[in-house]
């Protein structure tokens, strides 16, 4: 199984941290120590990786949670959550297919974070989406088997686009779990559906990366990149955001990527029809996609 590479904590601080809610114990300290939430961020961070590797999203959800409200916001206990959610990955991976129930995650989970910090009762930290005024759906990718693509090649077929990169976390995995139940869902509807994955970080995701990775979720889905300046005129025409984000005295290669989330659809014409927000619930999605598609013209089913 190959590595997940991991995001910078930071980025976790711009998720949906709201989603899985977050109960506080009123037993719990007050002032917890802080060798006990090391090891709390420690357990959480496997978790995480355990249910990344399962496709528990919920629990993925609830520990993005927890890390974000709960735990303070330094580099040490990021670095320590993303080498335990790396950790919990691998671990997890090499059971093949032999994966905890969400009870019993979420059970293990509620028992770690007793030992994390109560959150201030006046923090609420919501994830709001900009209008989607301005896409202009267009493209020109090479997908992972070295092919030019653009956004014209799946004319006749919707398209179900995301950004990221391999080297995420969460954000993209979730994604790309939701795409693969996406299309599971869509049963024989699937083949109507191109769902894509774009990388924005062409310096690490070659082709072979990104064949891999995005085979780990679905083999349908299609992995694309490009040169630097091709994949930023793609993410802004789709207005799409992203930045490097680099700590000080790091390697060239060791940085992290700051983007923009959610799913954009494309109808069989390749014009622009909406962009699903991160964390939109797959069976919304699906119901959405089905709608569109039974008002697609004749000669375009």
Do not use: W
Request: aromatic share 8%.
């Amino acid at each position: 199984m190959r590595h997940l590479p991991l995001l910078a904590f930071a980025f976790l601080i711009a998720g949906n941290a709201g989603a899985g809610g977050a109960a506080v114990s009123a037993a719990m300290p007050k002032a917890p120590d802080p060798a006990a939430i090391m090891v709390a961020v420690k357990e959480v961070g496997i978790i995480n990786g355990i249910a990344l590797a399962c496709g528990h999203k919920d629990t993925i959800a609830r520990a993005k949670s927890l890390m974000v409200m709960r735990v303070p916001k330094t580099r040490e206990y990021g670095e320590i959550f993303e080498q335990a959610s790396n950790d919990g990955f691998l671990a997890q991976s090499v059971k093949k297919g032999e994966c905890p129930g969400r009870a019993t995650l979420a059970v293990q989970l509620e028992t770690a974070a007793r030992a994390l910090p109560a959150a201030p009762s006046h923090q609420a930290i919501t994830e709001t989406t900009a209008p989607d005024v301005g896409v202009n759906p267009k493209y020109l990718l090479q997908d992972v088997n070295g092919r030019a693509i653009m956004d014209s090649e799946f004319r006749g077929r919707f398209q179900l686009i995301a950004f990221g990169y391999t080297f995420c976390p969460d954000i993209c995995p979730t994604t790309l779990i939701e795409m693969a139940e996406v299309l599971k869902l869509l049963g024989d509807d699937a083949s109507r559906l191109q769902p894509i994955f774009v990388s924005v970080d062409p310096e690490r995701d070659t082709l072979d990366v990104l064949r891999s990775y995005t085979a780990f979720f679905d083999k349908r889905i299609l992995g694309a990149t490009a040169s630097p300046e091709l994949v930023r005129r793609a993410a802004d025409n789709f207005k799409v955001r992203y930045e490097k984000v680099k700590e000080p005295g790091a390697a060239p290669m060791q940085y992290a990527v700051d983007h923009s989330a959610g799913m954009y659809l494309l109808g069989p014409g390749g014009e622009f029809i909406t962009k699903f927000a991160y964390a939109t619930p797959v069976a919304d999605v699906v119901a959405r996609i089905r709608e569109f598609m039974a008002k697609a013209p004749p000669l375009q089913r």
